[in-house]
């Protein structure tokens, strides 16, 4: 996992390519969405092979934390995250957003590639 603030962000151009450019690789924004959790949410449970409660991907992917608290869960670690936060999920890492009951999270999520998205070839 990687931690990073919106507010740290170099101000580079980002003409070609995207503003996670150094911390997600690829040119393009390739898949992502906006996601409200309710409170207490916990994402991708029991969405695993035979109903297993894991959740990984072959490359990084991005949450941008919009709004609310909570945790990231990561490999069953807990690590708080609050609105600014920028968390980078490596390869292989088991991934779970954890939404508080008081401030429930609202979150982009983003993977990056080569390619741009299929509505923009």
Known sequence: MIRAKLSELTKKDHAAGHFLG???PGD???SGGLSFAGRGDRSH?????DGRDYHVHRDREAFIILQGTGTMEIDGQHHPVAA???IIVEPGEDHHLCSSEEDPIVTVWCHAGEN?????S
């Not at 741009?116 to 923009?120: A, D, S, V």
Request: hydrophobic fraction near 20%; aromatic fraction near 6%.
């Open 45 to 49: 449970t029991n969405d695993g092979p």
């Open 22 to 24: 150094d911390l997600l």
């Open 116 to 120: 741009r998205h299929h509505n923009q």
């Open 28 to 30: 393009y924004l390739t």
């Open 84 to 86: 600014g936060d920028i």
